[in-house]
């Protein structure tokens, strides 16, 4: 079964102190590692996929990367309009739908 | 195109009363998915859709879930005889691939009283 992983559970950072997140991951063969962004009471909102180890993916502030067992969404400089939960979730080559870990809760103080 | 649409936004009901809720996907998709979340958990697969053809189902969905997208547009899911536990957000997402990122919805809070 996929099991997604993610830490810390929450984060605190003050404006401008460069962090990263960690997402762990178990799958029979991965097709595709997603991250997203969610705000209180809103749906997640896609920010980046990445489908094999190696792969970086960058924005703004951002920058994804993954290896054959983890992906870290790693925050340069973050502001406090970055605070969200910020979802890890993969897909697996048996079809199966994203499988989504718990998430870490983001807040940057001014 | 105006992303994915879900209606209502908030929905307060009794115990054991019926709730159906629906989800207007991104026309260009022939993927749809239905997740549910509680507060402080990532969101937990319920069903999901082929054009109009339900592919596969969570342990999750009890019998008193149901969900149907005819004619391969929009969807809807019910709950039947609604529990405590059903309190949660209900999200809707659509793809157009299965290593395609989904397009989520804002999802439908439901609250049981």
Redesign the interface.
């Known amino acids: 079964e996929d099991q997604?992983t993610?830490s810390p559970e929450a984060l605190r950072l003050q404006e401008g102190e460069s962090s990263s997140l960690n997402c762990s991951y178990t799958v029979s063969g991965l097709?595709?590692l997603?991250w997203?962004r969610q705000d209180p009471?809103?749906?997640?909102?896609?920010l980046f996929?990445l489908?094999s180890a190696g792969e970086e993916k960058e924005k703004e502030r951002l920058k994804a990367t993954l290896t054959k067992k983890e992906s870290f969404l790693h925050i340069t400089a973050p502001k406090p309009e970055d605070s969200a939960t910020y979802?890890c979730?993969v897909?697996s080559s048996g079809?199966?739908?994203?499988?989504?870990?718990?998430?870490t809760r983001l807040s940057v103080i001014a | 195109d105006t992303g994915v649409s879900q209606d209502p936004r908030h929905k307060i009901t009794k115990r054991g009363q019926n709730v159906t809720f629906r989800c207007d996907p991104i026309s260009e998709h022939n993927r749809l998915y239905w997740y549910r979340q509680t507060l402080g958990q990532g969101p937990e697969f319920l069903t999901y859709f082929q054009n109009e053809a339900q592919l596969e189902k969570s342990r999750l969905l009890s019998d008193r879930f149901s969900a149907e997208r005819p004619k391969g547009s929009f969807s809807t899911l019910e709950i039947q005889r609604t529990e405590q536990g059903d309190s949660a957000m209900y999200l809707c997402a659509s793809s157009s691939g299965q290593a395609h990122g989904y397009t989520f919805g804002s999802g439908t809070r439901l609250t049981i009283v």
């Open positions: 997604v993610q097709r595709g997603f997203y009471g809103k749906g997640p909102e896609f996929t489908y979802l979730a897909v079809n199966t739908p994203l499988v989504f870990g718990k998430g």
